[in-house]
């Protein structure tokens, strides 16, 4: 077989413990990049390219050939593949295998966008009552203290299923080294609520049959790391039980405790830093505030405004900003 063309399995090797050594991608999107260098590499053997000699128009021509062997090609799989060649180029860069990233200016799929309407603080508090009312009797603990963590804690579903037992500091009520921020380990603080409701879990998980070694907070009847997948469908399924009509994500509850946050007064910054946002310009994305907020702060202005005008008349307040001169004759004057 003809390997002049074959990519070396060690820059796919190296690029796996580059996922997940450097940039601690979730375990989810660790994959889904692995396997998108995969397929390209696959691409590369069949059309013979070398990898160093690897253009725009190669990677362009390989998300379109893939796009068309699928029987239904979507926007968000053009993307996840651009994204994960993007993060193997940016790996093959700082290994001096190539001297340019080839993904640079190749467009994102737009995607039609979901208006995430947050939950109320009392859509908040059903959807726990769902989760004490209908799981299983061992899982009451569990499904409660998850859901009270993503209300009150703002943390993604990568980061909940991934917590470990010693990053619970009840001392300084926090999640010790839960995500970073260049060098640093940052840590995300919880309140009384979440406090009662993990010291209830885990007075359950030391009953738990767990393996040696499994140091996961959050863990499944066999004693096993909870997957994205479950904590998905356990939101799914309380959010219907607890009578809402809307499909509820584990995203939605971190733009729910986002908005909450903001409507307590917490000032942006403070929200962004419990968000684990690099820009606040995401973090007020993130936020939404109801359409009755948005419509009373209009009709406030609008009082403000006419109270202010009714104090305030040209007469009273000496000479018009504008000039009363009276315009000149003639064509020139005329308004097109």
Known sequence: MDTSHAMPSDYLSG??????????????????????????????REERVDLPAVGRETVVHFLRSRAASEETASKAMWNQRLAGLHTFFQYLAEEEVVTANPTNGIERRRLPTRERLPLSLCEMLALVEAAEKFSPVRQIARNKAILQVFLHCSLRVAEVVSLTVPQVDFGSRAFVAVRTKGDQRLSVYFNDVVAEALEQWLSVRKQLSVPTGEQHLFLSARGKQLRVRTVEYLVSRYATLAGLSRRITPHDLRHSSATEYVELATPLPVVQEQLGHASLATTERYVHLPTTERKLAVERFGQAWQEAAKGRSPRREGKPHVSAKKPPDGPAAEIS
Not at 15 to 37: G, K, N, S
């Open 15 to 44: 690029f796996r413990d580059f996922l997940r050594l450097e940039l601690m991608l979730a375990p989810a999107t660790a994959d889904r990049y692995e396997h998108t260098a995969h397929e390209f590499a696959a691409y590369l």
